[in-house]
């Protein structure tokens, strides 16, 4: 890149970043950041030190360090792992990202600080494995489904995959993986499974929070009557329908592939309509995380706010002139 697209480049990137310290979505996200913050710090603090529990990504690796050489601030450590994760990583990303991550890294490590020393007393290790799953999930998800950042992992994963093709799922595992090592030969097998027993609940609950509890079937139906079924959906379920040109592999006929979107409680009356008028259908079906659209999330639900349509004058009143 030159310098002088290079000037441009950052330009922009600065524009985009005044144009979101204007935007509601982004001061949103800054609060959730802020809550999420304080649950994950109570989870840490109160739940897995005192038992001894490692977690996954960089906060795992902090965890490490802070159990074989005592450290006086796991928030200290947490942000010193973060200061070369940036300087490498601060070109492959956004500028927006970046300062969002950075003020996420700031409000992170002051809350494991602020609430150090704060106990939650359980004796059951799989009772503190599954709590602390559900807090760090739910704390976690929250910031993850507006944009959110705490930085750490999620740099390492974009820079290996854009210097060197490594996958960013292969990142995730290996580092976790690691984690799981080293709260075994640091403590033992015992601790290493309650760790995998509480990341898995983590997981498991930040994609419940992410989807909000309200996951979606995608559908593909492949029918000799496309459009008497299109018309049952769209009058009997109230979804919208999409038509797909394709062609039959083995009879290489001209069909229409119905594709729609519907949740579960649509399913199964989406099957029984399918029964009777076309037990010979070939049906797919897939769950999807979210959809934002008519019937479903709007770009306000999410907390963005659409620019506003200025019309020219040589626009205006011409909406309805032919094309």
């Given at each position: 890149m030159?310098?002088?697209a290079s000037k441009d480049h950052m330009r922009q990137e600065i524009r985009y970043l005044l144009d979101a310290f204007r935007t509601f979505a982004f001061w949103k996200t800054i609060i959730l950041m802020i809550i999420g913050s304080l649950i994950i710090s109570v989870t840490v603090n109160g739940?897995?030190?005192?038992?001894?529990?490692?977690?996954?990504?960089?906060?795992?690796?902090?965890l490490m360090v802070y159990y074989l050489f005592g450290a006086p601030s796991l928030?200290?450590?947490?942000?010193?792992?973060?200061?070369?994760?940036?300087?490498?990583?601060w070109r492959a990303m956004s500028l927006k990202f970046i300062f969002v991550s950075l003020v996420g890294v700031f409000i992170f490590s002051f809350a494991l600080n602020l609430l150090q020393g704060i106990q939650i007393s359980i004796k059951d290790p799989i009772m503190v494995a599954i709590l602390a799953g559900i807090m760090k999930g739910f704390g976690t998800g929250i910031y993850l489904r507006v944009g959110g950042s705490f930085g750490g992992l999620d740099i390492v994963a974009t820079v290996l995959k854009k210097k060197f093709s490594i996958p960013m799922g292969n990142t995730f595992i290996f580092i976790n993986a690691t984690t799981l090592i080293g709260a075994y030969l640091i403590y033992d097998l015992n601790i290493a499974l309650y760790t995998g027993i509480f990341m898995f609940v983590?997981?498991?609950?930040?994609?419940?929070v992410q989807t909000g509890f309200?996951?979606?079937?995608?559908?593909?139906i492949v029918s000799e009557k496309p459009d008497q079924i299109a018309e049952q959906v769209i009058k009997r379920l109230d979804r919208g329908v999409t038509f797909f040109k394709s062609s039959g592999g083995w009879s290489h006929q001209e069909k229409k592939v119905i594709y729609t979107v519907i949740n579960m409680i649509e399913l199964g009356?989406?099957?029984?309509?399918?029964f009777d008028i076309d037990p010979d259908a070939f049906v797919?079906?897939?769950n999807t995380s979210e959809v934002i659209g008519k019937r479903f999330l709007s770009w306000e639900d999410?907390?963005?706010?659409?620019?506003?349509?200025?019309?020219?004058?040589?626009?205006?009143?011409?909406?309805?002139q032919p094309v």
């Open positions: 030159s310098k002088i739940l897995l030190i005192p038992n001894s529990f490692f977690d996954g990504g960089i906060n795992g690796l902090s928030g200290v450590i947490y942000f010193l792992f973060n200061i070369p994760i940036f300087l490498t990583g983590d997981g498991t609950v930040i994609e419940k309200s996951q979606r079937k995608t559908v593909f009356r989406l099957k029984e309509m399918l797919a079906i897939s999410e907390g963005f706010t659409p620019p506003r349509k200025n019309k020219s004058p040589q626009t205006a009143g011409s909406e309805n």
